[in-house]
């Protein structure tokens, strides 16, 4: 097929050319407007408990989760004073009529003590938002602005939840545009100096580039039928761009060995296309399957990236099988250099690798797992404002409030009961928890085991007779152990059926949900890599050796990520604040990202390995050979999409700069350590039985076939 593809593209090289061009134009027209139809997301797991009382609460109570904290200090210092006052209801009224504004409370409505500063100088006005969170953030964009100034009597700010989270949305799309001003003038010029020939650097980035529109628009027009992250863009530059260096690096480097063979131009590219082709076609394949694995989990935040990596390797495999067979038919002398890369120090190191095998690979493997020990200290957590840099405004709102009252109203638990009852004893309980700052009840507000004050009942009953309880939780429960703390609130007798949710419930159960499907979601991953492997090798142990050294550079990026983002050495280099644990949603997403650009590796080397030893039969010297010819392609491309990730180095948002910084390490160390250094010290090790199958499996490898025919004379070469 992959033959009949080449002598196609290069038969008809001007359509194909044309045809790429006319798609490039239109996916870059249609696919600029990708970020407007693109979706924010929230920290919820549909069909869990937390969900199911926030409907409860929105078709009951008219209420939710109070999403917008307007923070107002008073210019004279106390906010009970009648001038601070007046102005503040009529702030509250201002607030009140915004759109989308359901349900509103304030320190002069309520007078709740938990609203209030504990010098007295500060006070918040609490709202509910009702929407998705990208209707709900496209507002804020608009009143935040004009809700943040200064009066004679107050000054205002605005935080809460969903002003963070747009605010987070607005620095990742910053950071996008900045990856990308500076990523492709770098990879452009790694790329001139790789190949040593401008037009092959131009072919490469423009298979990049093709990857990258192709990407955007197909996010576009998924999001017309269900939910897509607005983050899968930034998956889109990095991949896109990286899988479009490395496909085409293989397919360009396999011509000018064709073109050295003494085949004409046109056979070359057809050669090329077959040989090289065939791996980038199975690479493709392990990353897209590492990818799917995401849609396994519940949350469209995931699954999008999963429709991102799709989407780049459909449009970087096509690059390179079709586009490039064209433009190498026709430009292809343009490409070509007088001698191949010197490969030398790869060689050498493979060949002393092998000699002394247990001791390099002790020494290799000694240093990776020292890497990877911070790994045994990883702690799950949730995030909060931190996620930002300094000195963004949500984030120093929400840490007036942190600092300055003694609880934390914007992350009340509510409880939903049933039927109405009784509360007084659930109440008093729950008061008593460690890290509850107050109880609302129909019955009153309760402290510490006592009541202290009588709410509105009104609030807290539904017409229909149910009840809720509002628990207000302290500063130190919302920056310690939250999923523990809606755990204690579970746990408490209620007297009818309850329902817990809120914000920090919602993000409890994202993470137990989160946590529940990762087992099924890396048996998939390693299952599914694992028969693609063995379909290209017909090997069972060489799926099982990748495996293992994948895991093993995944291990290193983990312990980088403890070691930096946890723990919070290099955060004052690299611009963060560490909050002593790790979102989980991120390692999730890099595992699958960097589980598939490791295997991408292993199969560009295997393939050339395999290819080896099927001309030789000799294992040592099909693997010394194939690094010969691999390692200095396999160095430059990791190199270059290396580069593309840690463009995010230096990004506002934590999350993308430990996706940026951890899948940079891992490519690094993969395409180093782990591919010249251990993957031939195994396959020295295990000699002949490299190559061994069941008999009964080995029909089942995918194989090359006979020779292909010349395109012009028809004839077998």
Same mark, same amino acid.
């Given at each position: 097929?992959?033959?009949?593809?080449?002598?196609?593209?290069?038969?008809?090289?001007?359509?194909?050319?044309?045809?790429?061009?006319?798609?490039?134009?239109?996916?870059?027209?249609?696919?600029?407007?990708?970020?407007?139809?693109?979706?924010?997301?929230?920290?919820?797991?549909?069909?869990?408990?937390?969900?199911?009382?926030?409907?409860?609460?929105? @078709?009951?109570?008219?209420?939710?989760?109070?999403?917008?904290?307007?923070?107002?200090?008073?210019?004279?210092?106390?906010?009970?004073?009648?001038?601070?006052?007046?102005?503040?209801?009529?702030?509250?009224?201002?607030?009140?009529?915004?759109?989308?504004?359901?349900?509103?409370?304030?320190?002069?409505?309520?007078?709740?003590?938990?609203?209030?500063?504990?010098?007295?100088?500060?006070?918040?006005?609490?709202?509910?938002?009702?929407?998705?969170?990208?209707?709900?953030?496209?507002?804020?964009?608009?009143?935040?602005?004009?809700?943040?100034?200064?009066?004679?009597?107050? @000054?205002?700010?605005?935080?809460?939840?969903?002003?963070?989270?747009?605010?987070?949305?607005?620095?990742?799309?910053?950071?996008?545009?900045?990856?990308?001003?500076?990523?492709?003038?770098?990879?452009?010029?790694?790329?001139?100096?790789?190949?040593?020939?401008?037009?092959?650097?131009?072919?490469?980035?423009?298979?990049?580039?093709?990857?990258?529109?192709?990407?955007?628009?197909?996010?576009?027009?998924?999001?017309?039928?269900?939910?897509?992250?607005?983050?899968?863009?930034?998956?889109?530059?990095?991949?896109?761009?990286?899988?479009?260096?490395?496909?085409?690096?293989?397919?360009?480097?396999?011509?000018?060995?064709?073109?050295?063979?003494?085949?004409?131009?046109?056979?070359?590219?057809?050669?090329?296309?077959?040989?090289?082709?065939?791996?980038?076609?199975?690479?493709?394949?392990?990353?897209?399957?590492?990818?799917?694995?995401?849609?396994?989990?519940?949350?469209?935040?995931?699954?999008?990236?999963?429709?991102?990596?799709?989407?780049?390797?459909?449009?970087?495999?096509?690059?390179?099988?079709?586009?490039?067979?064209?433009?190498?038919?026709?430009?292809?002398?343009?490409?070509?250099?007088?001698?191949?890369?010197?490969?030398?120090?790869?060689?050498?190191?493979?060949?002393?690798?092998?000699?002394?095998?247990?001791?390099?690979?002790?020494?290799?493997?000694?240093?990776?797992?020292?890497?990877?020990?911070?790994?045994?200290?990883?702690?799950?957590?949730?995030?909060?404002?931190?996620?930002?840099?300094?000195?963004?405004?949500?984030?120093?709102?929400?840490?007036?409030?942190?600092?300055?009252?003694?609880?934390?109203?914007?992350?009340?638990?509510?409880?939903?009961?049933?039927?109405?009852?009784?509360?007084?004893?659930?109440?008093?309980?729950?008061?008593?928890?460690?890290?509850?700052?107050?109880?609302?009840?129909?019955?009153?507000?309760?402290?510490?085991?006592?009541?202290?004050?009588?709410?509105?009942?009104?609030?807290?009953?539904?017409?229909?007779?149910?009840?809720?309880?509002?628990?207000?939780?302290?500063?130190?429960?919302?920056?310690?152990?939250?999923?523990?703390?809606?755990?204690?609130?579970?746990?408490?007798?209620?007297?009818?059926?309850?329902?817990?949710?809120?914000?920090?419930?919602?993000?409890?159960?994202?993470?137990?949900?989160?946590?529940?499907?990762?087992?099924?979601?890396?048996?998939?991953?390693?299952?599914?890599?694992?028969?693609?492997?063995?379909?290209?090798?017909?090997?069972?142990?060489?799926?099982?050796?990748?495996?293992?050294?994948?895991?093993?550079?995944?291990?290193?990026?983990?312990?980088?990520?403890?070691?930096?983002?946890?723990?919070?050495?290099?955060?004052?280099?690299?611009?963060?604040?560490?909050?002593?644990?790790?979102?989980?949603?991120?390692?999730?997403?890099?595992?699958?990202?960097?589980?598939?650009?490791?295997?991408?590796?292993?199969?560009?080397?295997?393939?050339?390995?395999?290819?080896?030893?099927?001309?030789?039969?000799?294992?040592?010297?099909?693997?010394?050979?194939?690094?010969?010819?691999?390692?200095?392609?396999?160095?430059?491309?990791?190199?270059?999409?290396?580069?593309?990730?840690?463009?995010?180095?230096?990004?506002?948002?934590?999350?993308?700069?430990?996706?940026?910084?951890?899948?940079?390490?891992?490519?690094?160390?993969?395409?180093?350590?782990?591919?010249?250094?251990?993957?031939?010290?195994?396959?020295?090790?295990?000699?002949?039985?490299?190559?061994?199958?069941?008999?009964?499996?080995?029909?089942?490898?995918?194989?090359?076939?006979?020779?292909?025919?010349?395109?012009?004379?028809?004839?077998?070469?």
């Amino acid at each position: 097929m992959l033959t009949r593809l080449g002598r196609m593209a290069v038969r008809h090289s001007r359509a194909v050319l044309i045809g790429f061009l006319l798609a490039f134009l239109g996916l870059g027209a249609y696919g600029a407007g990708a970020q407007g139809d693109l979706d924010l997301s929230r920290w919820d797991s549909p069909g869990t408990e937390s969900v199911r009382a926030g409907e409860e609460l929105r @078709d009951h109570f008219r209420t939710g989760n109070p999403n917008l904290a307007v923070l107002v200090t008073a210019r004279d210092g106390d906010v009970d004073s009648p001038a601070t006052e007046q102005a503040a209801r009529e702030l509250t009224a201002e607030v009140e009529r915004l759109p989308l504004v359901t349900d509103l409370t304030s320190y002069w409505d309520a007078g709740s003590p938990a609203l209030r500063g504990e010098d007295g100088r500060r006070a918040l006005i609490l709202a509910r938002l009702e929407g998705t969170a990208t209707e709900t953030r496209a507002e804020l964009a608009k009143t935040s602005p004009q809700l943040t100034r200064t009066t004679p009597q107050l @000054d205002i700010t605005v935080g809460g939840q969903e002003e963070i989270s747009r605010q987070v949305g607005e620095q990742a799309r910053t950071d996008f545009l900045r990856a990308e001003a500076f990523a492709l003038p770098a990879v452009l010029l790694l790329l001139i100096l790789v190949y040593r020939r401008t037009a092959a650097a131009l072919l490469t980035v423009a298979v990049g580039l093709l990857s990258v529109l192709g990407t955007l628009a197909g996010l576009r027009a998924i999001a017309q039928f269900t939910e897509v992250s607005t983050f899968a863009a930034n998956l889109a530059l990095v991949l896109g761009l990286g899988l479009g260096v490395d496909y085409s690096l293989f397919v360009i480097n396999r011509y000018r060995e064709e073109r050295a063979a003494g085949h004409d131009q046109p056979t070359s590219a057809v050669r090329a296309t077959r040989v090289a082709g065939r791996t980038v076609a199975f690479s493709g394949v392990t990353v897209a399957v590492s990818l799917c694995a995401l849609l396994v989990f519940p949350f469209f935040f995931l699954s999008s990236f999963a429709y991102a990596g799709v989407l780049v390797v459909c449009w970087a495999v096509a690059g390179a099988v079709l586009f490039l067979p064209a433009a190498l038919a026709r430009w292809g002398h343009r490409v070509e250099r007088p001698t191949a890369p010197a490969s030398g120090f790869w060689h050498r190191t493979a060949l002393t690798a092998m000699r002394r095998p247990l001791v390099a690979g002790a020494g290799v493997l000694t240093v990776l797992l020292i890497a990877a020990s911070p790994l045994l200290g990883l702690r799950f957590g949730l995030p909060d404002e931190r996620t930002l840099p300094a000195g963004t405004s949500s984030r120093t709102t929400s840490e007036i409030v942190h600092r300055e009252f003694a609880a934390e109203p914007t992350d009340t638990v509510q409880i939903v009961l049933g039927e109405q009852v009784s509360t007084r004893a659930y109440a008093t309980a729950l008061s008593r928890l460690p890290g509850v700052h107050q109880v609302d009840a129909p019955e009153g507000t309760y402290q510490d085991g006592r009541r202290t004050g009588a709410p509105g009942q009104d609030r807290l009953t539904a017409p229909d007779g149910r009840v809720r309880l509002a628990v207000v939780p302290t500063q130190q429960a919302m920056y310690g152990d939250v999923p523990a703390f809606v755990d204690r609130i579970r746990d408490t007798p209620a007297p009818a059926p309850a329902l817990v949710g809120g914000y920090p419930a919602e993000t409890t159960d994202f993470r137990a949900t989160l946590l529940d499907r990762l087992p099924l979601a890396v048996a998939l991953v390693l299952v599914a890599t694992y028969v693609i492997l063995f379909l290209m090798t017909g090997s069972v142990l060489l799926p099982a050796k990748a495996t293992v050294l994948n895991l093993l550079s995944l291990s290193v990026m983990f312990g980088c990520l403890v070691w930096v983002f946890q723990d919070g050495h290099l955060s004052g280099l690299l611009g963060f604040t560490p909050t002593g644990s790790i979102e989980p949603s991120i390692p999730v997403l890099m595992f699958c990202v960097a589980y598939g650009l490791s295997m991408d590796y292993e199969v560009f080397l295997l393939a050339r390995i395999k290819e080896e030893h099927d001309r030789t039969g000799d294992t040592v010297r099909a693997v010394a050979e194939g690094i010969r010819r691999s390692a200095p392609l396999i160095t430059a491309a990791a190199g270059i999409l290396a580069l593309s990730f840690l463009s995010y180095a230096t990004g506002g948002v934590v999350f993308l700069k430990e996706l940026g910084i951890g899948t940079a390490l891992t490519i690094l160390v993969d395409a180093t350590l782990i591919r010249v250094v251990l993957l031939p010290v195994t396959m020295r090790l295990a000699g002949r039985a490299n190559w061994w199958a069941p008999r009964w499996l080995r029909g089942l490898r995918v194989r090359e076939g006979g020779g292909e025919k010349d395109v012009l004379r028809g004839e077998y070469v």
